[in-house]
């Protein structure tokens, strides 16, 4: 089905830099871009583009702590406030690309929110980590987070977050810890492997939101079959139970073998069956309002663009044909901005299979002892009963 899609993107999203070999870096974007581009994913019919505006300081303010904001506008290195810190450098001009990557996802929300599209993605954003008061894992505002306050402000009742990023989203799983209108989901490695060491299924949200803050914490070298797994087995039971009116989904694609931060096994195939999952699933609990972002990831040439490609494509309701080569201008572009050998199908050949945990609970398995947990955890408070 095609679908009409607002697409928040500027050039100058790629000004969010905190500069020469950190991890996140912005060409990953760029690349994404240009490949959507060459596919003419952006050309579609029903697919507006278009530059958003820098979110205000009230905006920010709806998450983020005012001495926070003025420290990040002042740029001062301060780690009280997660700044000037290995993996949050202070960067020229900080404020100002933290605050269009925050202001590009709420012109996304935005677009879902007024009718003026089904569906609406920020690319650049997914800054998960982010806290009230502080810089966290790369990410200074908390642009999903921001977007969700925005649209309960607007008088959304019950807003679904699900967040496919290895890591923990704890960012938003805090901002909305007591808070029973959203429901966060996260599925990433294990915290005892990983940044940023939370995000077990205990964990389940605060007094009054118990339930509500949903912990998939996989063994790291968990591989396709695995993790699409668990993801059937806690997803689509709980989005069908609480029948968001937005789902808002996070594509930080660092769950692939390849991203060098994380330890899961992940195809480009596994991670763009997930997409199709919650497109469809945005369709069949949220009436189609689907709010996107992208995330982590950093194998910036092989991974980021390809899988965000396809969710763009996917999100126009216009999936590309997994086996297509990529075109041969984008293979150009790479080389000569990179220097890197470009992928050349859209495809790494996996199967993207998996028996679904209905057919039967296996005690010995690592994954299926982790979906038992969180299902245990949350299920019966919505209803559900844990065992398959
Ligand atoms: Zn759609
Ligand atoms: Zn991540």
């Known amino acids: 089905m095609a679908c009409t899609l607002h697409v928040a993107w500027d050039e100058r999203l790629t000004g969010y830099d905190f500069g020469p070999g950190h991890p996140l870096a912005p060409v990953r974007v760029e690349l994404t871009i240009a490949l959507a581009e060459a596919f003419g994913v952006l050309a579609e019919p029903g697919v507006t583009v278009a530059a958003p505006a820098a979110a205000s300081t009230a905006e920010l303010e ?69 806290m009230r008061g502080m810089a966290s894992g790369f990410c200074v505002y908390n642009d999903p987070a921001i977007a969700i306050r925005w649209l309960l402000g607007q008088g959304a009742e019950r807003i679904a977050y699900v967040d496919v ?30 940044f940023p060491g939370t995000g077990v299924p205990e964990d389940n949200g605060g007094p009054g939101a118990q339930g509500m803050a949903v912990n998939v914490a996989l063994p790291a070298g968990t ?74 990831g950093y194998e910036l040439v092989h991974v980021v663009p390809r899988t965000w490609t396809h969710l763009l494509a996917e999100a126009a309701g216009r999936p590309l ?37 209905s057919s039967g609970y296996d005690p010995g398995d690592r994954v299926d002892r982790t979906i038992m947990a969180t299902r245990n955890a949350d299920f019966p408070l919505h209803g559900l009963l844990p065992s398959p």
């Open 321 to 357: 044909d997994p086996g297509a080569a990529t075109p041969g201008a984008w293979r150009d572009f790479v080389r000569a901005r990179t220097g890197a050998r470009p992928p050349e199908t859209m495809t790494e050949g996996a199967a993207a299979s998996f028996s679904p945990f």
């Open 62 to 130: 709806l998450v983020h702590d005012p001495r926070y904001i003025t420290a990040v506008r002042t740029g001062v290195a301060d780690v009280a406030f997660g700044l000037g810190t290995p993996d949050n450098p202070v960067f020229a001009g900080m404020h100002e690309a933290s605050a269009l990557v925050a202001g590009a996802t709420l012109a996304a929300a935005a677009a879902v929110w007024e009718s003026r599209a089904q569906h609406g993605v920020s690319v650049a954003g997914g800054l998960h980590h982010a």
């Open 165 to 194: 990023d290895v890591h923990h989203g704890d960012g938003v799983e805090a901002a909305f810890w007591d808070d029973p209108r959203v429901l966060t989901i996260s599925l990433h490695e294990h915290p005892m492997t990983l």
């Open 223 to 296: 591989g396709d079959a695995g993790w699409l797994r668990a993801f059937d087995a806690v997803v689509p039971p709980l989005l069908r139970a609480f029948r968001p009116q937005v789902l808002v989904t996070q594509h930080g694609c660092d769950s692939h073998r390849l991203d060098p931060l994380a330890h899961l096994e992940l195809s480009i195939d596994a991670q763009r069956t997930a997409q199709a999952r919650l497109h469809h699933l945005a369709h069949e609990t949220a009436a189609g309002h689907w709010v996107l972002t992208g995330g982590g």
